[in-house]
């Protein structure tokens, strides 16, 4: 299997464009409906009024309906072929299935503004060329066969070419409330469409990246003598199909430091004296945490429906429903007694407790105020009962801001006497500033910070949009951020399950390992257990390094998102040292690392440097 030449979304959408050198082109696509008199541009490729695209198998094709505004109906079909000269040939097809009333439907393509400011574009064949940035927002509208952009140094540069026939196109200099970018639009047809009309339009979009100088050296500085905040581990979520393959490969042959379950409370209320299989092998699972020493946290999802607001009104999967005032006594019973329950029957006991994503409702909403109480109720439930399971602030998703969620409660001293740690989810990824502002928050208390949800895109199970090499570096460069602004004591990744897997599970009860499994071991088992981060610096941005040291040795991890580069090594202990290397074409392979103390770093790569026992 060939390098992969674009990357995907749930919804099929086009998020990127590989080189063959590796590096990346941020073009994203879109089918988009121009509605008539008021001109407002509506995506088809999304999810607001049902379920979305799916997809052809793991295949780079996805089909599905869409529903405009006024009722009229549509169907989509989206398809991407690897070519043997380099980039992909992408075919987007729009069918009536109604009568369409419609400005237009087109075929979007956002390019990135800033990779090709100061460069040039020109329509093909023959066009004059614009200089990007020195021009009117539109800057071309007519028919062609094709665009072509070049950045300032002529060393990245994008074909965009129409089978067939010239197309109608606009481009223009496109800033919005979502962002800047430079726009081909498409035009695939407007008008009435008549029930059965179908147009299709098919583009070869070809990125190109060519040297046209050598990339210096990146300098990889490592200060061992300074440590920056203590880590316990990496672990994952066993919430769902726990009794998977997947789930119990990832448990045997992963080192986790952290876990979390679901109290399937729901499942247990039903028959509270003979609860069912699904809850019982949570149980035994939580069993082999501790045997394994190994904490964890247990969260709650969804409730029996007695204990909502609006029981049996709502479909299970309706957010931020709400628990009834007079209610809250017997779930506080409830929840006591299943833990009471599982440390007598089975032995396990939870080092901590949530309500999952309480701040956006997933699937029990919490005001800031909501919270605090909550944890005083729960905190004081447990205590009295004798369970030694305390409770984690926040708890929220995703970074951006939400740390404001947990600030009621951090700031009443009646509440913070239950609460063992700070908890955060990172689905759709932050700022260095919102990441540092929940490690600033359990640093304010004293607490330990967990990442209890280490995922990209929180849509992403969808379509198995997981399943690719590109989604692993995502997810490897996530964690490297992770780790160096909101400096956390351990992540659970969601999750260790067929579930986003990275395992995935076999009919005969064994498993298929996948890349992305090899990119997790490097920061499961190569990661000294209870470490210290330790201070370590790169020269250039695009290479991201985390640092830790423990009783068994050091460890950097180097992240290279982009085409191969060398990188030069300072401050590293005498003494051997060895080089995990992952990459799209081969993972995990290990050799020692020689006396210059250079490295290669392959495009696309996760590398990783173990040795230097502390004395």
Known sequence: MGAERAAFDSD??????????????????????????????????????????????????????????????????????????????????VTA???????????????????????????VPGGSPLVLGKSRPSLFQGETGGIWFEDS???????????????????????????????IRVLMGKGLWESGRTAT???????????????????????????????????GNYCWDTRSAAAKYTLANLRIAWARTEMKLVQWDRNRANPPADVREDL???????????????????????????????????????????????????????????????????????????????????????????LKKIGARFGAAGLKTRLMLGDATGPKDTHKFALTAAEDADVMRYVGAVSFHSWG?????????????AEWLGLPLLVAELGVDAQAYQNRAYHNWHYGIREAAM?????????????????FTDDYGLVRSKPDGGVDLTPRFWLMKHFTDLTPAKSQALAVTSSDPRVLVTAFAGASGT??????????????LEGLADGPWEVTESSEPAQFVRRPLGAARRLDLPARSLVSLTGGRLR
């Open 12 to 93: 099929g959408r086009l998020i990127a464009l590989l080189a063959p050198d590796g590096e990346e082109l941020a073009v994203v696509g879109n089918v988009v409906a121009v509605l008539p008199v008021n001109g407002r541009r509506v995506q088809l490729q999304s999810r607001r009024d049902g379920p979305g695209l799916r997809r052809e198998g793991e295949l780079n094709s996805w089909s599905g309906g869409f529903t405009l505004p006024d009722g009229s109906r549509g169907r989509i079909a989206l398809k991407a072929e690897d070519r043997t000269a380099g980039g992909i040939r992408y075919t987007a097809s």
């Open 97 to 123: 299935e109604s009568t369409l009333d419609v400005n237009g439907v087109e075929l979007v393509l956002d390019v990135p503004r800033a990779q090709f400011l100061n460069g040039r574009v020109f329509p």
């Open 153 to 183: 140094s002529a060393e990245t540069t994008l074909a965009v070419r129409f089978e067939d026939s010239p197309k109608p196109v606009t481009l223009a200099d496109r800033w919005d409330v979502a962002g800047r970018s430079w726009r």
């Open 201 to 235: 339009v098919t583009a070869v979009l070809e990125p190109g990246h060519k040297l046209v100088k050598p990339v210096p050296d990146a300098v990889i500085s490592l200060n061992s003598s300074r440590t920056l905040f203590e880590f316990d581990g990496f672990g």
């Open 284 to 374: 035994e699972l939580m069993k082999q945490f501790q045997a394994k020493k190994i904490p964890y946290a247990i969260s709650i999802w969804w409730l029996p429906e007695r204990f909502y607001t609006d029981p049996h009104e709502k479909p299970r999967s309706t957010h931020f429903r709400l628990i009834r005032g007079d209610r809250w006594e017997e779930l506080l019973d409830t929840i006591t007694a299943y833990l009471t329950w599982a440390k007598r029957e089975y032995g396990v006991e939870p080092d901590l407790f949530s309500f999952n994503e309480a701040n956006i409702g997933v699937y029990v909403g919490q005001t800031p105020e909501a919270h605090a109480d909550a």
């Open 429 to 441: 990824g932050g700022t260095a500033e919102q990441y540092a502002a929940w490690g600033d928050l």
């Open 479 to 495: 964690t490297q951020e992770l780790l160096t602004y909101a400096r956390p004591r351990g992540t659970q990744f969601w999750q």
């Open 555 to 568: 460890v950097l991890h180097l992240l290279n998102p982009g085409p191969a580069r060398t990188v030069a």
